[in-house]
């Protein structure tokens, strides 16, 4: 005992106490802003290996941003990368940062289905499927459960079998190989059911966007509940997000 004691004496505290309101810092990229800066709009848009950046207006669409960083190495006057962690949101659109504004990316409350808030709000059991990912979006969903995070302190949690589940997190582009599974888990899952994309490839198809391996068919006809944007997302995101989703909007 005396031995765990000093220990915990040595480290500090294991956990992040409050995950709502953890200040992060570099060299960590969370939302960027854009300026009005002119600049060669096009030399930019080129450095994006993901076609993250558009022009006219200037944006930067995090649905498909890997947040590499490359574009404010290269052009800092136009673009910088905060620490806000806080940049998911259940309307796509929303995801895209356009120059001049500073708009903070939230789940827009007036979007959320009447019964998720009022079914999930103490509770939530998520299936995780990883549709083609290369593991890092896994493994900081399994991260957002940790000691450092805990998000089970909220009531969320993974669970092994979609029978057992409120909703499913995808991960990973959604290969060919992986279309009907994913169909088959998110089937199983009972009414009312969240259906979640985390991470860049989940979200628009990241650098497998145009790759003729990846089935995105399932998304035509299910409703995306929530976007976490990331290359991977972090736990932070993560948590933020469902936190966002299943209760209150605003910053506790």
């Known amino acids: 005992m005396i031995k765990e004691i000093k ?3 040595h480290n500090g505290k294991q956990y992040i106490p409050d995950l709502r309101n953890v200040k992060l810092r570099s060299p960590f990229r969370g939302r960027p ?3 009005e800066a002119k600049v060669d709009e096009q030399a930019i848009a080129k450095i994006c290996p993901l076609g993250a950046i558009g022009t006219k207006p200037f944006s930067i669409d995090m649905g498909k941003c890997a947040f590499c960083g490359e574009c404010a190495f290269a052009f800092p ?3 910088k990368f905060t620490q806000d962690y806080r940049i998911s949101s259940n309307i796509r659109e929303n995801l895209i940062i356009k120059e001049g504004k500073t708009t903070e990316i939230r789940v827009d409350a007036n979007a959320i289905r009447k019964e ?3 079914v999930f709000r103490k509770s939530l059991k998520l299936r995780q499927v990883s549709a083609g990912g290369d593991n890092s979006c896994e493994w900081e969903l399994g991260a957002a459960g940790n000691a450092n995070f805990d998000m089970s302190r909220y009531g969320i ?3 092994a079998s979609p ?3 409120d909703g499913i997190v995808v991960t990973g582009p959604i290969s060919e190989n992986m279309a009907e599974p994913l169909r088959i888990a998110y089937d199983a899952i ?3 059911k969240l259906f979640i994309l985390c991470g860049v490839d989940a979200i628009s198809g990241g650098l497998f966007a145009d ?4 089935n995105r068919s399932i998304l035509k006809d299910i409703k995306v509940d929530l976007y976490i944007p990331g290359n991977p997302s972090h736990p932070l995101t993560i948590v933020n997000a469902l936190l966002d989703l299943t209760r209150s909007n605003k910053k506790k």
């Open 163 to 165: 029978r057992h589940a």
């Open 157 to 159: 949690e993974f669970t």
């Open 33 to 35: 802003e854009i300026s």
């Open 77 to 79: 006057e136009k673009i």
């Open 116 to 118: 998720v808030k009022s």
């Open 7 to 9: 220990a915990i004496y």
């Open 211 to 214: 790759s003729k391996a990846i």
């Open 190 to 192: 009972p009414e009312p």
